[in-house]
């Protein structure tokens, strides 16, 4: 069985169709797509090896199916830059997650590569009723849910469609400064819903 089957079969067995974004990386790096290295830890001493394994920075946040939006929750906490920073934000997370979502089932924490600082951009998938999938590509972070500048494309689009849709957004002068300097890019978030 492959990893993708386990990460669904577990998801259908527990009824949910929200994949957390552990699992939704999982699948993301399995299609091709490069993904922030993360690791899925459940207790502080474990939090702290694996940061030290990784490297600091590193990056913390809760995983749960109940939390989709984590850095609202206080499950986010980003530049973690020693192992004392690091067993407080262990804390931290922990707590006001018990505070603000006391019944939420938690998988444990993600630790992650502190990726270098970007433009931050989003990509998603949807699927149109009418249309079928369609692509979606805008400014992301937290101008995502502020400027709702976007472009869509139904699938599947040829390279020069993708160009379009980045030119077209209104924010596409921000994005001069990336291009000119780009050489990869990196997924620091995902998530994934599947049809119910
Ligand atoms: P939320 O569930 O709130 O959308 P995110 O995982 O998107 O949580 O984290 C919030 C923000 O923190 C991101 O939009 C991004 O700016 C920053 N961030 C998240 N993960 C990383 C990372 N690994 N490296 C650098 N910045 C990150
Ligand atoms: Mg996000």
């Known amino acids: 069985m492959t990893a ?15 994949l ?26 474990e939090t702290i090896s694996v940061s030290k ?5 590193v990056v913390f ?4 199916p109940d939390i989709v939006h984590k850095s609202d929750s206080g499950g986010v ?21 018990k505070q603000g979502y006391p ?3 938690i998988h444990g924490l993600t630790v992650q590569k502190m990726a270098r600082p970007g433009i931050e951009v989003i990509v998603g998938m949807s699927k149109d009723p009418q249309f079928g999938p369609v692509l979606m590509f805008g400014l992301g972070g937290i101008l995502v849910e502020l400027l709702k500048d976007v472009s869509f494309r139904i699938v599947p ?13 209104k ?11 780009k050489d990869r890019v990196v997924a620091v978030d995902a998530r994934i819903i599947l049809e119910g």
């Open 61 to 64: 946040k809760i995983a749960s």
């Open 157 to 169: 689009i040829t390279k020069r469609d993708a160009a379009e849709m980045i030119r077209e957004i």
């Open 20 to 45: 957390t974004e552990f699992e939704s990386k999982k699948l993301l790096e399995r299609a091709g797509i490069p993904v922030v290295e993360t690791r899925l830890v459940r207790t502080k001493q």
């Open 77 to 97: 906490k980003l530049g973690i830059a020693n192992a004392t920073q690091a067993s407080r934000a262990y804390s931290e997370i922990m707590s006001s997650i």
């Open 53 to 57: 394994g990784l490297g600091f920075p």
């Open 171 to 181: 924010g596409y002068p921000l994005l001069n400064p990336i291009f000119a300097y």
């Open 103 to 105: 019944s939420a089932i």
């Open 4 to 18: 993708g089957t386990t990460i669904l079969d577990k998801a259908k067995t527990e009824r949910r169709t929200v």
